[in-house]
């Protein structure tokens, strides 16, 4: 079953259980499946799927930063909610060892020798990790081993 499909599946239930925060963020998260399946003119990966739900949880990590900075824990709550709703579509993060271990790989993968050579590198590192780990800390990551290459 594809996730497109889970995501189908998950919001019958939803429906069927009265679920309403579940209900709401599955199908905002189905209708910006759709968007971005019409925009490329064919059915999505899951890698893509993953890539859109990153997308709205990003959206949510922003407005619960904004809601608390404006005094309103109550808009805050509610979207802390649809963000878990979100992260269980998303899959099992990566420890900073194995985001590690993946840049050394990547790292000798291009023969990167200098800091000049980050762009290569996260070319080869970024679909590796998509949806596992932040790009930043990727990007902080690669930065060191190659300054460490420099030295």
Do not use: C, H
């Not at 199908?27 to 993953?50: C, G, H």
């Not at 990007?139 to 190659?146: A, G, I, P």
């Amino acid at each position: 079953m594809t996730l497109s499909e889970k995501l189908g599946e998950d919001l019958k239930a939803a429906m069927k259980g009265q679920d309403e925060p579940r209900v709401r963020v599955l199908r905002l998260l189905k209708t910006r499946v759709k968007e971005a399946s019409v925009a490329k003119r064919d059915e999505l990966t899951d890698d893509e799927v993953i890539k859109v739900v990153i997308s709205e949880t990003k959206k949510r990590k922003e407005a619960i930063e904004l809601f608390e900075q404006g005094g309103r824990g109550d808009l805050a709550s509610r979207e802390k909610e649809e963000m878990d709703i979100l992260q269980t579509y998303m899959p099992p993060q990566l420890t900073e060892d194995e985001v590690r271990t993946l840049a050394q790989e990547a790292v000798e993968e291009v023969g990167a020798l200098d800091p000049r050579d980050m762009g290569k590198v996260m070319k080869v590192l970024m679909p590796r990790i998509v949806g596992r780990s932040e790009g930043s800390f990727a990007s902080r990551t690669v930065k060191e081993l190659l300054a460490q290459k420099k030295d």
